[in-house]
Each structure stands twice: as structure tokens, then as C-alpha cells.
């Protein structure tokens, strides 16, 4: 049973940067999602990187601003965030499955999540 742990988040102004990490052994086998969910809102695809790193996709909302990547020796995917919005407060949520899927029902295994604030 794969088990993801989200960190990262925290409270920053608009314009500033977090960096969320979402670890979990065994995690390296796995294509690796970034899903957010406001409240009052559904919960919505950030970004998706395959398990080898080769193949990333964003949200158009994101695109230009937040990077993904990962380092399989430490089993640990980075989603970087850059120049953030009101708008991107959220709870940030990592999930597995063995490719990058479209909607959150098609992933397997989810972490707690973790909640991001942006606001001066």
C-alpha cells in the first residue's frame, strides 16, 4: 500500500514562491498527479509528472508558473510555485497511479493534503 505525505504549504503573499513535496516509499514506480481543492469548489488537476520525469502536463491556469519534477532516490515529487495568486489558495492534494490520468477519481492512492494561502 503506497503512502503519500504532502508538505510544503504554508501562508505567502501574492507574487511569492512554496515549494509542496509529496514523498512515500515506493513512490519511483508511480506517475505522480498535483490536484487542488478550494472551498465550495471540485477538486481540480494542477500538474502530472510520469514516473520516469519524462513526461510533464500543467493546467492552463498554472502553466508558466509552477514546475514540477521529482528525484526518485529520495522518492520525493516537487510541485515549485511560483508568482502565486489569490486564486491558487487551496488545499494541494499528491496522488499515484501508473500514468498521469485526467480526472481525480482515476487515481488510486491520495495523501492528507496540504493547505496553501495566498494573501497579503
Known amino acids: 500500500q503506497l503512502q503519500l505525505v504532502e508538505s510544503g504549504g504554508g501562508l505567502v503573499q501574492p507574487g511569492g514562491s512554496l515549494r509542496l513535496s509529496c514523498a512515500g516509499s515506493?513512490?519511483?514506480?508511480?506517475?505522480i498527479g498535483w490536484f487542488r481543492q478550494a472551498p465550495g469548489k471540485e477538486r481540480e488537476g494542477v500538474s502530472c509528472?510520469?514516473?520516469?520525469?519524462?513526461?510533464?502536463n500543467y493546467a492552463d491556469s498554472v502553466k508558466g508558473r509552477f514546475t514540477i519534477s521529482r528525484d526518485n532516490a529520495k522518492n520525493t515529487v516537487y510541485l515549485q510555485m511560483n508568482s502565486l495568486k489569490p486564486e491558487d489558495t487551496a488545499v494541494y492534494y499528491c496522488?499515484?497511479?501508473?500514468?498521469?490520468?485526467?480526472?481525480?477519481?482515476?487515481?488510486?492512492?491520495w495523501g492528507q493534503g496540504t493547505q496553501v494561502t495566498v494573501s497579503s
Open positions: 496522488a499515484a497511479d501508473w500514468r498521469c490520468r485526467t480526472w481525480a477519481y482515476e487515481y488510486d492512492y
Open positions: 515506493g513512490l519511483d514506480y508511480y506517475a
Open positions: 509528472i510520469s514516473n520516469t520525469g519524462g513526461s510533464t
